[in-house]
């Protein structure tokens, strides 16, 4: 059976967005963050990051910079027993300075070409698949690709330009409800039965051990 996904925008979305930042200390979740990712992994979802990163391309960091923020990512994320399953960037922008990397390419979004990779990697069906986002870009890449979309709406998307292409399937106020409307209408798996089954398990579990 192939896996399911919800593929998470990062700056904005899983964390605060400090533009350009790759600075592992100014790294924060978002409020909801840690609590969503934990249940959608309940429910039997990886978890990847698709990112566009075109501080690459603008010469204002190297793409081993970018090492550094997933791990800190995964730092951020422990707490809440989440790990990340896949962590893709796209470092271009046409108007980029440094030579390699200013090209117009397939993977920045709204182009769905992170996703197909990532969905190539380990084994997606898109269609059962989800992407959340704060701007209507990342709501564009993931129809593209033929997921399901949430936006974020948390006032970081100001130009509002919709088109058939950009209109959210959902909207929530954070990770934390979009992972309960995902429970609500994602489509279900074996796995996430088995996840929840374990989840349980390990609770009555732990108020055992607290007794
Ligand atoms: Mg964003
Ligand atoms: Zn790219």
Known sequence: MMNQAVFLDKDGTLIEDVPYNVDPAQMRLVAGAGIGLQQLHQMGYQLI???????????????????????????????????????????????????????????????????????????IDLTASWFIGDILNDVEAGRNAGCQTVLLNNGNETEWLLSVDRVPHYMTADLAEAAAVIEKVGVRSQKSEYRKAEASYRSREAKLVGF
Do not use: W
Not at 71 to 87: E, H, K, W, Y
Not at 103 to 117: D, H, S, Y
């Open 49 to 123: 990051v698709i990112s566009n990163q075109s501080g690459v391309a603008r010469g204002y960091f190297s793409e081993s910079a970018l090492a550094e923020v997933e791990q800190r990512l995964q730092a951020l994320l422990a707490p809440f027993d989440v790990s990340l399953d896949g962590f893709y960037y796209c470092p271009h922008h046409p108007d980029g300075t440094v030579m390699d990397y200013a090209i117009a390419c397939e993977c920045r979004k709204p182009a769905p070409g992170l996703l197909m990779q990532a969905a190539r990697d380990h084994g």
